[in-house]
């Protein structure tokens, strides 16, 4: 048993004695949670693998693109790469073509060169992140790079000595993940400039989304990539120009939609799963293979590759979703498993397409990685999904909940397409609402939104560039959790169907069209009819929660002509932002109950009650409907306490059961 596992049975040990005191005190059931968390994977391996199923099918299904335009087609790769024969460097060549979307001539391009964040400790997302993204640690071997070999015009002209690493960001002049390129000649509106590259990558061991495990090849943010280029209006911008950003320990990706056309050649013994379908059978020839991808309105391209992998596929239509090819290419641990993964994929492309839109798409690709490898586990680019790695031989929900959500993205990241680096939550927390919501209705697991609440012990603005958050913890309880409970904020208060509209309209309405936070509150008051500033300016714009509770319960005998009576005080405050209308119920010692509706506006109110019988409780919003109120235990109290229990033990043991479930929680 590893030291982390010690703490975290001691940790649940401490967390049981507390739901047993709290539960006794009448504090109900905040704490209690349907989840479970995934501890860290260790990196090495050294347990026999599963074997491989004889005659595994090989993917090799020809499609042929669609004609019609989705997008705005800004940027088309022609790429051809090569995976080295022990599956740690690629050697690559493109053919990038830009074409200007602006209504002004530009001078210069610029490159994003994720491979290099791994190049050395001193890179800002090294820097930033500790060598640690979720549950995964870099290790020894997890050093990567992008070398650019060449950079030509398409009649020859090197361009290399104007191409400059640069930091906008944070001025860190050992970081190369982002550079310039001063282009000989401005590019008109409308026109379109093509360059030739030449690459070397060699791959991490795998760590951030990217690199090897064993013969396990996970190829994301792995090409020289063009950043994304905006017009005026998009995201509200009233001037036109460049996004870029370097690559930083929050932050994921944003670029323009355009076209990808990717050879890949590996050894011969290895499947390649990839963005888009192939255009062309599998060509074997001196004991390699080469597989021909093609996706289009897509604005990234990735791609995974093992001798391991067992493949499955199967055709899915349904309303919104007039023909897929789901691919299934799953570590043989998890090949008994086929048909959970199939299931949960379906269900997600059903729901999704019913409540939001059409999948236009013709591939899904989900990527089971192996054990030791989740480091590539749970993450989404177009049309390719990966799973949470095979870590258990034996997995519950998890396995569902990680595919519905990928899936997800091919919504909110992939067809929304927001700002990853600048509005994260657009992307996460739509996503993880939409899982819940997926979760619900296929498989009965309801999420349990007052734990989940509770974990918010560092609410931040929602919008803000992902790398201002000081932690990864803080970035993940803000963008995912945070996120998603503001988005069930609102469904609260307009209901289910409501809500559905308002996502499906704005889905509708900005899918290909990089949305920003503006955008989705403007949906949100054409469908409801009601401005939401006072909303927005609390919960996403602020860091607010929305903590209602009993303050203090003050209970005295009187005479009241002649006959004994209780006087009741009852002091209900508001912490934080306002969520709007709390039901309030006093239970009195004879049964009888008194209930009461506070509009939530003042920081508090008092409530005077004469009765026959003393007041026995009081709770404030007893259905937990203020999904933003991130202490329950404070909801309820009993009359009858002594007076320093009363007034909420202390302010000390509060912060420790919130410590304690925060350390819990990611």
């Given at each position: ?118 190049e050395s400790k001193e890179s800002t997302f090294m820097k930033e992140s500790g060598g640690q993204l979720r549950n995964d640690k870099a290790t020894f071997g997890s050093i990567g790079y992008m070398q650019i070999k060449s950079l030509q015009t398409t009649e020859g002209y090197s361009l290399l ?75 509200g911008r009233t001037t036109e120009g460049w996004n870029a950003h370097q690559y930083h320990g929050n932050s994921e990706f944003y670029s323009n939609f355009g076209i990808y056309s990717v050879r890949i050649n590996v050894p011969g013994t290895y499947k390649v799963a990839a963005t888009g379908f ?389």
């Amino acid at each position: 048993m590893t030291p982390r596992h010690s703490k975290r049975l001691l940790l649940f040990a401490i967390a049981a004695v507390l739901l047993g005191v709290t539960a006794q005190q009448g504090f109900r059931d905040a704490w209690v949670s349907q989840y479970t968390y995934a501890l860290a994977p260790a990196k090495s391996d050294t347990s026999p693998k599963p074997a491989v199923p004889q005659n595994t099918p090989e993917p090799d299904s020809v499609m042929q693109p669609k004609p019609v335009s989705l997008s705005k087609r800004v940027v088309e790769y022609h790429i051809d790469v090569t995976l080295t024969e022990d599956a740690k460097t690629l050697h690559g060549e493109q053919s990038v073509t830009w074409t200007n979307p602006g209504r002004q001539q530009v001078s210069e391009l610029y490159f994003h060169l994720y491979p290099n964040a791994f190049e050395s400790k001193e890179s800002t997302f090294m820097k930033e992140s500790g060598g640690q993204l979720r549950n995964d640690k870099a290790t020894f071997g997890s050093i990567g790079y992008m070398q650019i070999k060449s950079l030509q015009t398409t009649e020859g002209y090197s361009l290399l000595p104007r191409f400059h690493y640069v930091q906008p960001d944070d001025g860190n002049m050992r970081d190369k993940t982002l550079a310039k390129l001063r282009l000989p000649k401005p590019v008109a509106p409308g026109q379109s400039v093509t360059l030739k590259m030449a690459f070397d990558v060699k791959l991490p061991e795998v760590f951030a989304r990217m690199g090897y495990s064993g013969d396990f090849v996970m190829a994301g943010q792995w090409f020289p990539k063009l950043a994304a280029y905006e017009t005026v209006g998009t995201r509200g911008r009233t001037t036109e120009g460049w996004n870029a950003h370097q690559y930083h320990g929050n932050s994921e990706f944003y670029s323009n939609f355009g076209i990808y056309s990717v050879r890949i050649n590996v050894p011969g013994t290895y499947k390649v799963a990839a963005t888009g379908f192939q255009t062309k059978p599998t060509v074997i020839a001196d004991k390699r293979k080469t597989y021909q991808f093609y996706a289009d309105d897509v604005h990234d391209f990735g791609w995974s590759a093992s001798p391991d992998f067992v493949y499955a596929e199967e055709p899915f239509s349904t309303d919104g979703v007039p023909g897929v090819r789901i691919k299934l290419y799953l570590d043989p641990l998890h090949a008994k498993f086929k048909d959970r993964y199939m299931h949960a994929a379906k269900s997600a492309l059903a729901k999704y397409a019913q409540w939001y839109g059409a999948y236009p798409y013709s591939t899904l690709s989900i990527v089971v990685p192996p054990k030791g490898g989740n480091g590539a586990g749970g993450m989404e680019y177009p049309t390719l999904i990966t799973a949470f790695a095979a870590e258990n031989a034996n997995p519950g929900y998890d396995l569902e909940r990680t595919v519905i959500h990928e899936i997800g993205h091919q919504y909110w990241y992939g067809m929304v397409a927001s700002n990853e680096f600048e509005e994260a939550w657009l992307d996460e927390g739509f996503t993880s609402y939409s899982e819940d919501k997926v979760m619900q209705s296929e498989y009965g697991v309801e999420p349990n939104l007052p734990m989940e609440a509770s974990y918010m012990t560092d609410p931040a603005p929602l919008k803000q560039v992902s790398w201002s958050y000081h932690s990864n913890n803080s970035y993940a309880e803000n963008v995912y959790m945070r996120a998603k409970l503001v988005l069930f904020g609102i469904e609260k208060q307009v209901g289910a169907k409501t809500m559905s509209k308002i996502m499906r309209t704005y889905f509708q309405k900005y899918k290909f069209k990089h949305p920003s936070t503006a955008d989705f509150q403007r949906v949100v008051e054409q469908v409801t009819k009601t401005k939401w500033n006072d909303y927005f300016s609390q919960f996403v714009y602020g860091n607010q929660m929305s903590d209602y509770s009993v303050e203090s319960i003050h209970v005295r005998p009187v005479i009241q002509n002649g006959v004994k009576q209780y006087e009741s005080v009852v002091l209900i405050r508001r912490q934080g932002g306002s969520f709007g209308p709390a039901p309030i119920i006093f239970q009195f010692a004879d049964g009888t109950t008194m209930p009461r509706v506070w509009n939530g506006q003042e920081t508090h109110i008092q409530y005077k009650m004469v009765s026959a019988s003393p007041l026995v409780w009081a709770v404030v919003d007893p259905q937990n409907n203020n999904v933003l109120d991130n202490k329950h235990i404070n909801n309820f109290m009993k009359a009858e306490l002594p007076e320093k229990t009363r007034t909420r033990w202390s302010v000390g043991f509060t912060k420790l059961i919130e410590g304690l479930f925060a350390s819990l929680a990611w």
